[in-house]
């Protein structure tokens, strides 16, 4: 069914409003129409398939069956109205292999929608499938985890899974898969560990995975595959599906969901916890959706003119505020958890979302297991919901253990992300030392010329580099021209250094550790591969940074210091030392953390010209990091000289 977008109204399939008069916009309606079971989708078992769809402006609603992801023709079975806007069908007959969508009459007009709450689906999403979800675990399939005290404890390590392992020297054999991604042995230029084993002799404990739910076809034909086709995945389409092009055989359903499961496993057995990008803030065509189709009019936010609220940039915003979509979310997280076992999710533009969702889904994990991270971008955004109700950095206070992204630490240490050519505090900005100690601290509030956003450590995410926005390599070549790739690198470390350093959760983007550029494109989200993948003859070429940054992660651990996991112990055990301009130097007193160490002393120094700095005299210093930047080291006194990061300890 085709539909054509309008910029100044809303395009409906169908009238929204219900019998008696009540319209899906109205408070009334959720009074109404709000369902509390957990049984919506698909229930299978071998002698029998139930669905139940909730549709309460539709006047029919009908289970289409088809025979594979493409027939033509489809078997038509009634639904029957049930409670609370739900419609409900039982076929007595083992469906196992069969395909599904619905179909609904919403006033005139007839739908054809993918069930929401598909877990597997057919090439490009097109239509659900049925499958006994048991099959579908690969052989070892365990409830083991890797342990985690506290979210301070975590290095997370983002990446995408094409990107990490499609350039032809990666040395794994299903490039680009699920499958590459569990592949280990694999070796590249110079004999490096590349893919898995290269991320586990980081030391980092999470990996972040760029969205792995099935999205729009608009991005990737998975019945093209052999052709060059990329996107990162903001593009949700069925959102508890995994993605096809991700698997061996994206024609048979129940492969990407055995490969995904078996990467999950793969990753615990390493030692390593799965954090998954979720994008619940938006759909990918508020139009097209099958959110849209089913209830028109609901699950979107709208303007006072009858357009859609656009405050991700998308093109819409999703009604996380209203109940049922509310409760989908819910158990859309919930499904991920106990199907795939994922330990963490990133939520996608959270500030968009509305407090009391984050809320409901932090305290829903918390009774399965409250080692789960929740992470999102806290940033203040317009769009149609009040702004005390949204998920933003200013309401942290009311989201505790729900971590924001700290973009003025990023902005401070590299410079504005948005003004190419500014400098930071590594590149020789000037006036940066205030917002590089709110990092430092966590973005707790410490001392009142450092503004704060957290409460606690655990809801400040420290990072320089991340999918969006130019890589941190490519920033600091455009904002130092005239300087030399030596000096640049030097930055380089040192932005590496003060996020692995501060308090917080540390955030890492794949191949910050060998200096990754993507040839100055700030937005690669549907660039080439060429830009995007991981380049493993560069990764050799740069095995310094590669070890700069496995000795910065093992520094931390080795350190609990640097993971304290409250306010009160930072503000205890934390001082700042006087240091100069392009400077800054804290200490870390009285065994902080219970660490071994009774003082530990940091500098960031990006003076460059040689200095010579007043130590507290607490006992005789020995040297953790940074002794190429050290000339002179006394019990009272430290000489340095260059850019990067000293860590001392007595």
């Not at 083991?144 to 990490?164: G, M, N, Q, T």
């Not at 998975?222 to 593009?235: A, F, K, M, S, V």
């Not at 409250?566 to 800054?584: C, K, Q, Y």
């Not at 050290?630 to 300890?649: P, Q, R, T, Y």
Request: hydrophobic share 35%; net charge negative; proline share 4%.
């Amino acid at each position: 069914m085709s539909v054509q977008k309008e910029s100044n109204a809303i395009i409906h399939y169908g009238d929204p409003a219900v019998t008696g008069g009540v319209s899906v916009f109205d408070k009334e309606f959720d009074q109404q129409f709000y369902y509390e079971g957990s049984d919506l989708g698909l229930t299978y078992q071998t002698q029998e398939s139930a669905f139940r769809l909730w549709a309460p402006t539709a006047s029919e609603a009908y289970v289409l069956l088809y025979e594979d992801w493409k027939a033509p023709d489809a078997r038509r079975i009634a639904m029957t109205r049930d409670v609370k806007g739900t419609w409900l069908l039982k076929v007595r007959e083992d469906l196992q292999g069969k395909f599904y969508t619905y179909q609904v009459l919403i006033g005139d007009q007839w739908n054809e929608a993918v069930d929401p709450y598909a877990t597997a689906v057919g090439v490009n999403g097109d239509r659900a499938c049925i499958l006994d979800m048991t099959t579908t675990d690969p052989e070892r399939w365990t409830a083991d985890k890797p342990p985690l005290d506290s979210p301070v404890d975590a290095v997370i390590y983002e990446l995408h899974v094409r990107d990490y392992t499609i350039h032809p020297d990666s040395g794994v054999s299903h490039k680009g898969k699920f499958t590459g991604l569990a592949e280990s042995g694999t070796r590249g230029p110079g004999g490096i560990r590349t893919g898995l084993d290269h991320i586990v002799e980081l030391g980092v404990t999470h990996v972040e995975l760029l969205p792995i739910y099935d999205y729009a076809t608009e991005s990737v034909d998975e019945t093209r595959l052999h052709e060059p086709q990329y996107n990162w995945g903001y593009d949700p389409k069925n959102y508890n599906a995994p993605e096809g092009s991700y698997a061996t055989d994206p024609y048979v359903p129940e492969v990407r969901i055995r490969e995904l499961k078996q990467l999950v496993q793969t990753l615990h057995d390493q030692g390593l916890r799965v954090i998954m990008d979720v994008v619940y803030n938006h759909v990918y065509d508020g139009y097209l959706i099958n959110f849209t189709k089913l209830v028109p009019g609901y699950y979107l936010r709208y303007k006072k003119d009858g357009t859609f609220s656009n405050g991700s940039g998308c093109g819409n915003d999703t009604a996380t505020e209203r109940p049922m979509m509310r409760k989908f979310i819910v158990e859309s997280v919930l499904h991920w958890v106990k199907e795939y076992r994922i330990d963490g999710f990133r939520f996608d533009l959270m500030g968009l979302m509305d407090v009391e969702t984050m809320n409901e889904i932090r305290t829903r994990l918390d009774e399965i297991d409250p080692s789960i991270l929740t992470i999102g971008e806290g940033w203040v955004m317009d769009t149609e919901l009040a702004e005390e109700r949204r998920a933003n950095q200013r309401q942290a206070a009311l989201m505790p253990r729900i971590a924001h992204f700290n973009d003025g630490f990023r902005d401070a240490v590299k410079g504005d992300i948005f003004h190419f050519d500014y400098k930071g505090f590594v590149s020789g900005g000037i006036g940066y030392q205030g917002k590089v100690k709110q990092g430092i601290v966590g973005g707790i509030p410490y001392a009142e010329e450092i503004r704060a956003f957290a409460s606690e450590p655990v809801q400040c995410v420290n990072y320089v580099e991340c999918h969006d926005n130019h890589t941190l390599w490519d920033k600091i070549m455009l904002s130092t021209d005239g300087e030399n790739d030596a000096v640049r690198r030097d930055m380089h470390r040192l932005s590496s250094a003060m996020i692995l350093t501060s308090q917080g959760i540390p955030f890492l983007h794949a191949g910050q550790e060998y200096y990754r550029s993507k040839n100055g494109v700030e937005n690669s989200y549907n660039s080439s591969d060429e830009v995007n993948r991981l380049d493993w003859g560069m990764a050799s070429e740069h095995q310094d940074g590669v070890s700069y940054i496995q000795r910065l992660v093992k520094l931390r651990k080795n350190h609990p210091a640097f993971r304290l996991r409250d306010s009160a112990s930072i503000r205890r055990h934390l001082r700042f030392e006087d240091s100069p301009e392009n400077t800054v130097a804290f200490t870390l007193r009285d065994h902080a953390g219970g660490g071994a160490e009774k003082h530990i002393y940091v500098l960031y120094y990006a003076a460059r010209k040689e200095s010579s700095l007043k130590l507290p005299e607490l006992g005789e210093w020995k040297i953790l990091l940074g002794e190429e930047l050290i000339k002179c080291l006394n019990s009272d006194s430290l000489v340095v000289e260059g850019i990067g990061a000293v860590v001392l300890a007595c």
